[in-house]
């Protein structure tokens, strides 16, 4: 059976949350369809500084709490095994994909200045729509979605404002942003780059899964929270959208596994 490394890199910090197990379910179901022997490992970045080698066949970085912009100390190696992939691919055929979703894209964004990086107004919690630009339409990544495709998104910090200059420079391309708020003064955020032709990452989250957000959601606790601070309606919604095959688990088995198809192109040689 052939094999195919994934490097798993934990930015949760030691918290709980669904992201992990979203990608090992992911990775499980992809290893079952395509008949491969995936060999996952896991490196804890912000707690441990633990960071993987050039080995793998592809990276995907989670999401995780707190602040993007305010260094804990473990960045830097972090930065240095991100340019260490860049410089990789621009000196071999094969190249090494990376995924980065949510903190890890925000990461990103901040160090390499491709955009304003900041504070919400108030924390983004719930299913909501995406749209895909010109250039999201036609991209191998997103265009089984349709437009506009829904995710989740839990989040305090943004991506706005982006450095076009920048961006162009490194041949960047926006492929989704965020719901437009009519009746609400702000910038849309940035909700999904293809940094460089190896690297993509998205500020929603596109491992997440339907019947773990609905558990999630129906725990007592949660429940508590979510209508209290966002009222019943946009419980009742979340609810409501959570059961519709088109939405959420449309994004779930369209995104991270077209990421794992161009991944394992890379790996078997199969590239154009």
């Not at 993509?200 to 606790?221: R, V, W």
Request: aromatic fraction near 12%; proline fraction near 5%.
């Amino acid at each position: 059976m052939p094999s195919f490394k994934v490097a798993i890199l934990d930015m949760y910090k030691g918290e709980p949350n669904q992201g992990m197990r979203n990608i090992h379910e992911i990775l499980n179901r992809y290893a079952e369809e395509k008949e491969l022997e995936v060999t996952k490992e896991i490196f804890n970045v912000r707690q441990q500084n633990q960071i993987p080698d050039l080995s793998f066949d592809a990276y995907i970085s989670t999401g995780g709490p707190g602040s993007p912009i305010d260094l804990e100390g473990w960045e830097d190696a972090y930065l240095q095994f991100l340019h260490s992939i860049i410089v990789y691919n621009e000196n071999h055929v094969n190249k090494k994909m990376v995924f980065l979703i949510c903190h890890s894209f925000q990461v990103y964004c901040y160090h390499f200045k491709l955009a304003n990086v900041c504070k919400r107004m108030s924390e983004s919690f719930g299913i909501f729509p995406m749209y895909k630009t010109a250039d999201g339409l036609e991209n191998k990544f997103t265009k089984l979605l349709v437009q506009p495709f829904y995710a989740v998104d839990s989040r305090k910090w943004q991506v706005i404002q982006p450095d076009l200059y920048a961006l162009d420079r490194m041949g960047a391309k926006i492929l989704a942003i965020e719901k437009e708020r009519p009746n609400i003064p702000y910038e849309r955020a940035i909700m999904a780059i293809q940094f460089t032709p190896e690297i993509i990452g998205t500020q929603f989250h596109p491992e997440a899964d339907a019947e773990g957000m609905k558990f999630y959601l129906k725990s007592e606790e949660k429940k508590k929270v979510v209508v209290e601070n966002y009222g019943q309606e946009k419980y009742d919604s979340m609810i409501t959208l959570l059961a519709d095959e088109d939405k959420i688990p449309t994004t779930q088995k369209n995104m991270i596994p077209v990421f794992l198809d161009e991944a394992l192109s890379q790996h078997f040689n199969l590239v154009h």
